[in-house]
């Protein structure tokens, strides 16, 4: 099976990505949607990991059905900006690796400089195994098929995700909500669903899928005058 059926048959049904609220002025215009770090202008530039120990610049930092909210707490306490303080994770068709190039890591890419990054998207079924090498705690019977056995494992997209490949916007509150329609609706692509998920912006999800439980993600509709 390719890496797309063999994620698809466990019930995946996305890929997660975040990002400050500031970067969809950047991602939501334009048809690339979002660029692999090296790809970015200079004078647009506003990497999340700056540091990218993954040495992947050229690939796009993905996770596997919920974000890595780790990941995203410790940005946002990084975070100095008073300005821009919000953040939100978009939903990225699976389907996107039946023609982007793609790699795959058990663990945070960053763990070992990439060590442990595997190209072979054939293998992907690793990360769902009851034991991880590279993840001291063995996966729960009852977690959610869906989710990989360590939540910051990843799949990293080569260049870019299209835009036409965001499948939903999750944010924090309804606040956020209002003002990611309103961008959307600015530059013509509010079809992108949003959805108001507290728990999945931030760690909390991940005792819920270890339960099998799903974090509520209520999606947001809007009246014609919004």
Request: net charge neutral; charged share 25%; hydrophobic share 35%.
């Amino acid at each position: 099976m390719s890496a797309y059926e063999n994620l698809a048959a466990r019930g995946v049904t996305r890929l997660c990505h975040f990002t400050k609220f500031q970067s969809l002025t950047h991602i939501i215009p334009s048809e690339a949607g979002v660029l692999a770090s090296s790809s970015i202008r200079q004078d647009t530039k506003n990497v999340t990991d700056k540091e990218r120990y993954d040495n992947e610049l050229n690939y796009v930092c993905c996770s596997v059905q919920y974000p890595n909210s780790w990941f995203l707490k410790k940005a946002m306490q990084n975070n100095t900006d008073k300005l821009f303080k919000d953040w939100v994770v978009l939903y990225i068709d699976l389907s996107i690796l039946n023609y982007k190039t793609a790699k795959f890591c058990p663990c945070n890419a960053s763990r070992g400089s990439g060590a442990y990054i595997n190209g072979n998207m054939e293998k992907v079924e690793s990360i769902f195994e009851t034991s991880v090498p590279t993840f001291q705690y063995p996966r729960s019977p009852k977690m959610l098929a869906s989710c990989p056995t360590d939540g910051q494992a990843e799949i990293l997209i080569k260049d870019s995700i299209p835009r036409e490949c965001i499948i939903g916007i999750a944010v924090g509150s309804d606040d956020v909500a209002k003002r990611v329609y309103a961008m959307l609706k600015m530059y013509g692509v509010e079809q992108i669903p949003i959805y108001v998920a507290p728990d999945v912006i931030t760690p909390n999800w991940s005792n819920m899928i270890k339960n099998g439980r799903r974090p509520d993600e209520t999606m947001c509709v809007w009246s014609e005058e919004e």
